[in-house]
């Protein structure tokens, strides 16, 4: 059983609906992380949380650590949001551990 | 924001030669880096961990003497494939932290893609 559970693996949505990828881990963690790798490979950071909620634009992610869950959430989605999203868990010797990804695919 | 340059961003190279992959951290001290690599539709492994000034330390199963890493400075880490065999084949990605008092943030490159043929 893998460290890191993301759900759902794949998601296609319309243009403007709401989004929300579901992460759950095992371990204990430092921080958890957000990660958005697009179809050229390279990786952007989206969020670092180790408790409540953060938010950038239309994006949201929060964190229950008593659950350890996480989740991402996208408002108003666009086919430019289309791309695979990491869930990252970090301990205390600074290694992550990924989930497998989720691929979103935003149709216009 | 904090960046890291990858290069090159693709390669391909004839089996048995050796390809270097170079990490820049551009406007910060990268303390640690981390070499990744990920096949097709599968998560990042961690094939090793690199403190500046030291040596690296290798993930179970990764050999060292094949997949050299040098990180001689606070801005700059190498991944060097070694005598690359087609099933070296993959994409190879870098990732700095840099310390923020006491959270630890992550900036990856932009990847490598190699292809040994």
């Known amino acids: 059983k893998n460290e890191v559970e993301q759900s759902p693996q794949n998601l296609t949505a319309q243009e403007g609906e709401f989004i929300t990828i579901n992460c759950s881990y095992s371990?204990?963690?430092?921080?958890l992380h957000w990660l958005q790798q697009h179809p050229g490979g390279g990786i952007v950071s989206l969020f670092m949380?180790?408790?409540g909620k953060k938010k950038h634009g239309r994006l949201i992610a929060t964190i229950n650590i008593q659950e350890k869950h996480s989740s991402l959430h996208i408002t108003a989605s666009h086919p430019r949001d289309s791309a695979v999203y990491i869930c990252?868990?970090?301990?205390?010797?600074?290694?992550?551990?990924f989930g497998k990804g989720t691929l979103l695919t935003v149709n216009p | 924001g904090a960046v890291v340059s990858q290069h090159p961003s693709r390669v391909i190279c004839k089996s048995g030669t050796s390809v270097k992959i170079e990490c820049r951290s551009l406007?910060?001290?990268?303390?640690?880096m981390f070499w990744y690599r990920q096949f097709p539709k599968q998560s990042l492994m961690l094939m090793a961990t690199?403190?500046?000034?030291?040596?690296?330390?290798?993930e179970q199963g990764v050999e060292k003497d094949k997949f050299l890493i040098n990180h001689a400075s606070l801005t700059l880490s190498t991944l060097t494939v070694t005598s690359a065999h087609p099933e070296d084949s993959s994409f190879y990605i870098c990732?700095?932290?840099?310390?923020?008092?006491?959270?630890?943030?992550?900036?990856f490159g932009s990847g490598t893609r190699l292809t040994v043929v």
């Open positions: 990732s700095a932290t840099h310390r923020q008092t006491l959270n630890y943030g992550y900036t």
């Open positions: 406007d910060f001290q990268a303390t640690t």
């Open positions: 371990v204990g963690i430092s921080a």
């Open positions: 949380l180790s408790s």
């Open positions: 690199s403190n500046e000034g030291s040596k690296a330390t290798y």
């Open positions: 990252a868990v970090g301990g205390s010797n600074y290694k992550l551990t």
